[in-house]
């Protein structure tokens, strides 16, 4: 089996040679070492030196020097709407509770869920149902720009 030993991100690898494409939900692209297929069937192992949160466009290098595109799969979200002023203090609360979320400049996406959504809408946000790739914001120390941060701060 064909093991996928790199990452590199969208627009830093050849993508007009990749052999295919692998889609993913979140939970998915955020692995180190997993026995995956390709869209077309054909399996490969993940096998990373550490988890890397994938995103959409970005490419696995295999051992052979071939490369699979990284695919963010739709998956059921909520979107969550308001004035600017409300949507800061919405990402405050989603922010303070943990919750991956994809901020844009006039929604916030979260990934659907009633709990969240009933506090959400008691802070007064709009909420809809949509189903579509979900790529959230990256943490600050994510490492995603191949820089690493061994050391102490």
């Keep these: 089996m064909k093991r996928a030993l790199r990452i590199e991100p969208a627009g830093h690898w050849p993508q007009d040679v990749a052999r295919g494409s692998v889609t993913l939900d ?3 692209r955020h692995r180190r070492r997993l026995r995956l297929a ?6 490969f192992l993940l096998d990373l030196p550490r988890a890397v949160a994938m995103s959409d466009g970005d490419g696995l290098a295999l051992e052979d020097g071939s490369w699979i595109a990284v695919r963010a799969k739709p998956e059921p979200l909520l ?3 308001g004035p600017p002023e409300l949507l800061c203090r919405l990402a405050w609360h989603i922010g303070n509770r943990h919750i991956p979320a994809a901020i844009e400049r006039h929604r916030i996406l979260v990934r659907d ?4 959504a009933d506090m959400l809408r008691l802070q007064g946000a709009g909420l809809r149902a949509i189903y579509e790739p979900f790529v959230p914001e990256r943490g600050a120390y994510d490492g995603h720009d191949h820089h690493a941060h061994d050391h102490d701060h």
Excluded: F, K, N, R
Excluded at 38 to 43: H, I, K, R, S
Excluded at 113 to 116: E, M, S
């Design 79 to 81: 979107e969550v709407t």
């Design 113 to 116: 869920d009633h709990v969240l």
């Design 38 to 43: 390709t869209d077309a069937g054909e399996p």
């Design 26 to 28: 979140y939970d998915a």
